[in-house]
């Protein structure tokens, strides 16, 4: 089993920036990809980024170039830093973790953490 457990939620501005981290702990060997899923009040659970190892990364069309996810394989971490936020970017970020490669279908991870809110007003 891996546990991940998500920090940096909060509320801020439009425009402004925030920066998530996850910190896994068990099984760690077994992870592959590491990623960040959201969701919003009332909507479908939302692919955000994912990396694996520190040069396969992908992102969704909607965060891209204002998203940058990282990795710290020494530490069991992975980052994600939010610039230029906007208001439909307010969700429940959940970061995610699977033994394979990437992938954007939020099924496919098999560890969740319990998630951190991000909040962007207007």
């Known amino acids: 089993q891996v546990q991940l457990v998500e920090s940096g939620g909060g509320s801020v501005q439009a425009g402004g920036s925030l920066r998530l981290s996850c910190a896994a702990s068990?099984?760690?060997?077994?992870?592959?990809?590491m990623g960040w899923i959201r969701q919003a009040p009332g909507k479908e659970r939302e692919f955000v980024a994912a990396?694996?190892?520190?040069?396969?990364?992908q992102y969704a069309d909607s965060v891209k170039g204002r998203f940058t996810i990282s990795r710290d394989t020494a530490q069991n971490a992975v980052f994600l830093q939010m610039n230029s936020l906007k208001p439909e970017d307010t969700a429940v970020y959940h970061c995610?973790?699977?033994?394979?490669?990437?992938?954007?279908?939020?099924?496919?991870?098999?560890?969740w953490g319990q998630g951190t809110q991000v909040s962007v007003s207007a």
């Open positions: 995610v973790a699977r033994p394979g490669g990437l992938t954007t279908i939020p099924d496919d991870y098999d560890y």
């Open positions: 068990g099984r760690t060997f077994s992870m592959g990809a």
């Open positions: 990396i694996r190892w520190s040069n396969y990364i």
